[in-house]
């Protein structure tokens, strides 16, 4: 395995790699790996050779008051991890070389980036989908695998992907959690003993939202109204918004219809995650998956 600091040699080698015939594939990550990144790059191994991943923590995506200084950095551990996997490539680039001095550029993906955790963090998303695109620009990839955790993210970075004629699949891959249901997170690390037992609220709310369409319930409001009361009942959550949109528009809707998700976000004692439910169309019914 190879670790790569600059802009220019990781281009050279991602492009001799290319020209030699072979098919690279890119997990963007901040670091802090967790069985969720990892589960992308096994997603990356059974597609692709070589393999890059960037560790890369980005300051434009994190607004005021937010934990960019704190965010967990565990460079040592992710190597041993990534090395484990089998990855060719850690693309860990300096700060400067990602923005540089005069700086001034930023992608704005209209619509899908003002609702949700858009509004939630002001200019969020045009922190991600900017070092996103420069990541993608730097090592050119055939496929880039994210995580559905993140699924706003997920389908902004694959707007931009066709807006922009990118020559990059992007490849959206399962929510990995734990025993207990929780989404795994680099944030997770955040939480208390009594904060990590209240969180699997969130899991639990989308559990009980999943039987309930399964057994027919197919009205947002209703749906909504339960993971309203469901969190209101755990004491150190607090409820940032909850959604049922269309998985493509992210548009609220009234009545299951086609592929919607159902969104959660949520305050756990200091600690801000996210979670959803994903509701596919399939032969007529709605089939929903965590």
């Known amino acids: 395995m190879e670790i790569i600091r600059s802009v220019d040699w990781m281009k050279q080698a991602s492009r001799a790699a290319q020209s030699a015939g072979r098919i690279v594939g890119f997990v963007p990550t901040m670091g802090a790996l967790h069985e969720g990144h990892l589960s992308l790059v096994r997603a990356a191994k059974r597609q692709c050779s070589p393999v890059v991943v960037s560790i890369f923590v980005n300051p434009s995506q994190f607004g005021p008051g937010e934990d960019f200084e704190k965010y967990p950095r565990s460079f040592e551990a992710d190597q041993a991890a990534l090395e484990e996997l089998g990855v060719e490539y850690i693309f860990a680039p300096a700060m400067e070389h990602i923005y540089p001095r005069g700086f001034a550029t930023s992608v704005r993906v209209e619509g899908l980036s003002d609702k949700f955790e858009g509004k939630s963090r002001p200019g969020h998303f045009f922190g991600v989908a900017t070092v996103v695109l420069k990541l993608l620009e730097i090592v ?29 699949e992007i490849v959206v891959c399962p929510i990995v959690r734990e025993p207990d249901g929780l989404a795994k997170s680099s944030r997770n690390v955040y939480l208390k003993n ?42 150190l ?31 756990v004692g200091a600690t801000r995650l996210i979670d959803n439910l994903l509701v596919e169309q399939r032969d007529n019914r709605f089939v929903p998956s965590l």
């Open 140 to 168: 050119r990839p055939q496929f880039a695998y994210f995580g559905r955790k993140d699924a706003q993210q997920a389908r902004i970075i694959r707007q931009m992907a066709a807006d922009l004629n990118l020559d990059c």
């Open 194 to 235: 009594d904060e990590r037992r209240a969180a699997t609220g969130l899991f639990r709310s989308l559990d009980a939202v999943r039987k309930r369409i399964e057994a027919g319930e197919h009205a947002a409001a209703p749906l909504l109204e339960f993971i309203h009361r469901s969190i209101a009942a755990e004491r």
């Open 237 to 267: 959550v607090t409820l940032d918004y909850a959604a049922i949109v269309d998985d493509d528009t992210f548009e609220p809707v009234h009545i299951l219809r086609d592929n919607c998700l159902v969104l959660l976000a949520a305050r």
